[in-house]
């Protein structure tokens, strides 16, 4: 596609419901990033993938948040259970991967998650 | 992962004024990129410079990097209320992670 799209772009769920989101990266890009920003601050990062593998899950904050990536291109990142302190945008972003993984970064609208 | 930290946390200009923001890092890069945020949502990449680079221009928008000090500078001249946004630097070198600061809040007033 044109750009980096998210899905869904608004979520609001109950305490202890799982909850799935979605990101479509620019075709061809191989590296794809996740990241969580709550209100007024910065982003945090959750996890990176080079094609399909994942050589860095270091910013996962729990064992109830995971993530794959299927056919080097749509990833989901999935939240089990979640508690209020979830509640953020998750932003998905994608790059080339080429020059050494110091290319642009593109950023997907992100993903609102509102937990009642 | 090289660190990118904005400063100040927030700035209030006059529109017309000029707005310059700063970033500090830890490690050595290979470049260091500024993005810009309107209302928490996705991010959008302004401009890179290099690290053999000391300035570099875009229309309005004018970036220096010191090395030396591990630090940048944005620079918005001739504001507009358009530009009110957040703005974040991104230091990128041997990690393959880009990590941003909390920004810099830009508001500009009409």
């Known amino acids: 596609g044109a750009g980096v799209s998210q899905s869904p772009s608004n979520k609001v769920t109950e305490k202890g419901k799982d909850v799935e989101l979605r990101c479509d990266p620019i075709?061809?890009?191989?590296?794809l990033y996740w990241y969580r920003q709550s209100l007024g601050q910065g982003l945090e990062f959750l996890i990176y993938?080079?094609?399909?593998?994942?050589?860095?899950k270091s910013g996962l904050p729990s064992d109830r948040f995971s993530a794959e990536r299927t056919g080097g291109s749509v990833s989901t990142l999935t939240i089990q259970r979640t508690q209020q302190e979830d509640s953020a945008v998750y932003l998905c972003?994608?790059?080339?991967?080429?020059?050494?993984?110091?290319?642009?970064?593109?950023f997907g609208e992100g993903s609102r998650l509102t937990v009642l | 992962s090289q660190q990118g930290e904005e400063d100040p946390q927030a700035l209030s200009i006059q529109e017309g004024e000029n707005a310059t923001m700063n970033c500090s890092y830890k490690?050595?890069?290979?470049?260091l990129q500024w993005y810009r945020q309107n209302s928490g949502r996705g991010l959008v990449h302004l401009i890179l410079?290099?690290?053999?680079?000391r300035e570099k221009h875009s229309g309005r928008l004018r970036v220096t990097l010191d090395t030396s000090k591990k630090s940048s500078s944005l620079l918005i001249t001739a504001s507009r209320a358009a530009d009110t946004a957040s703005y974040f630097c991104?230091?990128?070198?041997?990690?393959?992670?880009?990590?941003f600061g909390r920004g810099t809040s830009l508001i500009v007033h009409p």
């Open positions: 972003a994608s790059s080339t991967g080429l020059a050494g993984g110091a290319g642009e970064l593109f």
């Open positions: 991104a230091a990128r070198g041997g990690s393959y992670i880009p990590t």
């Open positions: 075709s061809g890009h191989t590296a």
């Open positions: 993938f080079q094609g399909n593998s994942a050589p860095d």
């Open positions: 490690t050595s890069i290979n470049n």
């Open positions: 410079i290099r690290s053999n680079e």
